[in-house]
């Protein structure tokens, strides 16, 4: 598993962070303001594994801030799927609910509404 700020993503990431990880990776480099926020890879995923204390180190300073955690899956807002409104997104989570919010967006990839998308798109994965 890697966490990568955002504007540390490019392009070529996008097979492991996703395409809109990547896709707001390539703006921040391009000079658009892109609000701040980081990226985690599922290449190596354990969720019981540190990840919230992994999250908290990196961003423990953003304590008042709210947080917004959106998918990035491998395959989305590709060429020929967008995943619009498939995936959850969960907004405004406090520093106790961080793990809990990865791991609910993480969970959404598996959800049925995904898995039927994915299905009639032909796409297995």
Do not use: Q, W
């Not at 498939?86 to 990865?102: M, T």
Request: aromatic content about 8%; proline content about 3%; glycine content about 12%.
């Amino acid at each position: 598993m890697n966490i990568r700020s955002l504007s540390g993503i490019r392009a070529k990431d996008a097979p492991i962070f996703g395409a809109k990880a990547a896709n707001l990776g390539e703006l921040i480099h391009n000079g658009f303001r892109v609000p701040g926020g980081y990226a985690i890879s599922l290449d190596r995923y354990d969720p019981i594994g540190g990840i919230f204390d992994m999250i908290m180190r990196i961003i423990g300073v953003l304590e008042m801030c709210p947080i917004a955690v959106r998918s990035s899956a491998i395959g989305e807002d590709g060429d020929g799927m967008s995943f619009a409104g498939i995936h959850d997104s969960i907004l405004n989570v406090g520093r106790a609910h961080i793990g809990e919010a990865v791991e609910k967006v993480r969970n959404s990839f598996y959800s049925e509404l995904a898995m039927s998308y994915r299905k009639d798109a032909g796409n297995t994965d």
